[in-house]
């Protein structure tokens, strides 16, 4: 297994809530790595990334004032800080490794090789 999610559950509105993905670090450490979530009846898109040193991040707009990923090269983990949520965060998150080091603002499906199984974040109102 590359990649390994956890850390969802169902919390209430406003409440924050932290995500782990902890990946192979002998294969991945060079990857840029980012989170997506999928709602039920909606595609998947992305949420926020970070490059494979930790350095640079990314966020979609609609998270980026309350949500915030990190890295920790040593223990090859990423985690994301979800923070103010509300029922519209409800969705499953999945946790993806690219084939280059760098994270794009726009990134895409299309460009993460490996996939974590994702963990569901439930938000009640």
């Known amino acids: 297994v590359q990649l390994q999610a956890s850390g969802g559950g169902l919390v209430q509105a406003g409440d924050s809530l932290r995500l782990s993905c902890t990946y192979r670090?002998?294969?991945?450490?060079?990857?840029?790595m980012a989170w997506f979530r999928q709602a039920p009846g909606k595609d998947r898109e992305f949420v926020a990334g970070v490059s494979a040193s930790g350095g640079s991040t990314a966020y979609a707009d609609s998270v980026k004032e309350r949500f915030v990923v990190s890295r920790d090269t040593a223990l090859a983990t990423v985690n994301l800080r979800l923070n103010n949520l509300n029922p519209e965060d409800t969705a499953t998150y999945f946790c993806?490794?690219?084939?280059?080091?760098?994270?794009?603002?726009?990134?895409?499906?299309?460009?993460?090789?490996?996939w974590g199984q994702g963990t569901l974040v439930t938000v009640s109102s």
């Open positions: 670090k002998l294969t991945l450490s060079r990857a840029a």
């Open positions: 993806a490794a690219a084939g280059v080091p760098y994270i794009r603002r726009d990134a895409k499906e299309a460009d993460f090789d490996y």
